[in-house]
């Protein structure tokens, strides 16, 4: 009998990962500040990347407090709070 | 063919390579990166957004950011689907990631890009010259202020990097006969 072709022999569901879906609380509220420079301005998604010391890329959104996007450029240092866990900016406020 | 109703819109859409001289050749060059996140997730050489009713949006070569069905992918190529579920991410955040990628269709795919990225590994996305994982990263921090190329590790996302990223969560896929 003429095998089926391959892809219905094999589910194909895998993960190079095995972390789950967390359903727990977390430290959400935990922050730092970091410093941060300019390094790309990406109007077209709304974002300003910033890259502090250590080589962490940081996105400034619409959402970001604290810091007009359109009034920054290349280069420019700007003071970040993010959270600890997930790398996000909470605020941001450029250093004139 | 997948069951969708475990998916949720802005799942994050891992395809194994293809089986072809371009997917041995991305799945080569990211076994070949300085990072250990991307040589684990080696096997993927592409990233999609899911948005709901089977589609998903992204950026291929040839064609740029679009839309299609992911049975176009998964019915001769294995897939994973990730997500990003953190309870500190509001869900009409992630929900907005679906909202946000369709928004960007038609825009043009660069294989200079993704070639420069390879070589530069600090390169930041270029939004006039963007590959499918570019894409998702770009559209990710937009709607969610999370930036999965934050770590120096994950610089720049491949697709690799995606596949076995720690901050996304893997979302057991189900089966069914068609």
């Given at each position: 009998m003429a095998e089926p072709p391959m892809y219905l022999q094999t589910n194909y569901a895998f993960s190079v990962n095995s972390r789950r879906e967390q359903t727990g609380s977390e430290d959400a509220g935990e922050t730092r500040r970091v410093s941060t420079v300019v390094v790309a301005l990406i109007p077209e998604y709304h974002q300003v990347k910033v890259r502090d010391g250590d080589g962490h890329l940081y996105a400034l959104t619409r959402k970001t407090q604290g810091v007009d996007l359109a009034a920054l450029h290349e280069g420019q240092q700007v003071v970040c709070t993010v959270t600890r866990k997930l790398p996000r900016v909470l605020t941001a406020t450029a250093v004139v | 063919m997948p069951n969708f109703s475990d998916w949720r819109e802005g799942?994050?859409?891992?395809?194994?390579?293809?089986?072809n001289a371009i997917g041995y050749a991305i799945q080569a060059s990211q076994a070949a990166s300085l990072?250990?996140?991307?040589?684990?997730?080696?096997?993927?050489?592409?990233?999609?957004?899911?948005?709901?009713?089977?589609?998903?949006?992204?950026?291929?070569?040839?064609?740029?950011?679009?839309?299609?069905?992911?049975?176009?992918?998964?019915?001769?190529?294995?897939?994973?689907?990730?997500?990003?579920?953190?309870?500190?991410?509001?869900?009409?955040?992630?929900?907005?990631?679906?909202?946000?990628?369709?928004?960007?269709?038609?825009?043009?795919?660069?294989?200079?890009?993704?070639?420069?990225?390879?070589?530069?590994?600090?390169?930041?996305?270029?939004?006039?010259?963007?590959?499918?994982?570019?894409?998702?990263?770009?559209?990710?921090?937009?709607?969610?202020?999370?930036?999965?190329?934050?770590?120096?590790?994950?610089?720049?996302?491949?697709?690799?990097?995606?596949?076995?990223?720690?901050?996304?969560?893997?979302?057991?896929?189900?089966?069914r006969n068609l």
């Open positions: - | 799942d994050i859409i891992l395809v194994h390579r293809s089986p990072s250990a996140v991307t040589r684990a997730g080696c096997i993927c050489s592409h990233a999609a957004i899911y948005i709901g009713g089977g589609m998903v949006v992204d950026a291929t070569f040839g064609v740029g950011v679009s839309t299609q069905s992911v049975w176009n992918y998964c019915q001769t190529r294995a897939i994973q689907v990730r997500r990003l579920s953190d309870p500190a991410i509001p869900i009409a955040d992630i929900a907005n990631i679906s909202v946000f990628a369709q928004q960007h269709d038609g825009e043009p795919y660069s294989v200079i890009q993704a070639i420069i990225s390879k070589l530069f590994p600090g390169t930041v996305p270029i939004p006039d010259a963007l590959y499918c994982s570019t894409l998702v990263g770009l559209v990710v921090a937009d709607a969610t202020g999370v930036d999965l190329s934050s770590d120096p590790a994950h610089q720049p996302l491949h697709p690799g990097t995606l596949a076995a990223h720690p901050d996304l969560t893997d979302v057991l896929l189900e089966w």
